[in-house]
């Protein structure tokens, strides 16, 4: 078990994942064996509020199980990190030509998840982040 499996029971961050034939959000060529999944995380803030965050996620071939928080946190908050980049940052970062509309449609998603998994997370951001996985 990862620390960030462990902060995701601390968190008391349920999900609920159910499988799906595509991910819409995704700019990458999946091969035929990828597995993908509608994702939702629940959780209730330290005042009794629930928050809720839906995603889409995908895994490659070589995984057999679906995912767990910790995968699927552990994505959403490297996306949100790298949408709160600039686009010239975010394409030198991954080699990417800052003319190529497919890096831009990525850096998009990142951008658009960003504020969406910091209001997910709230003051546990930063924890969530910095947790080996």
């Known amino acids: 078990m990862s620390d960030l499996d462990i902060l995701c029971k601390e968190l008391n961050i349920r999900m609920f994942c159910l499988p799906s034939h595509e991910n819409p959000n995704s700019q990458s060529e999946w091969d035929a064996e990828a597995k993908h999944w509608s994702v939702k995380l629940e959780r209730?803030?330290?005042?009794?509020?629930?928050?809720?965050?839906?995603?889409?996620?995908?895994?490659g071939s070589a995984f057999k199980n679906s995912p767990s928080c910790a995968d699927v946190l552990n994505c959403l908050v490297n996306d949100a990190t790298l949408g709160e980049m600039t686009f010239k940052d975010f394409c030198s970062e991954f080699g990417y030509d800052e003319d190529s509309r497919n890096a831009e449609k990525t850096w998009q998603i990142c951008v658009k998840v960003a504020p969406k998994v910091r209001e997910f997370l709230g003051k546990h951001f930063d924890a969530v982040l910095e947790c080996e996985h």
């Open 44 to 59: 209730y803030t330290e005042d009794g509020k629930r928050r809720t965050f839906t995603t889409f996620f995908s895994q």
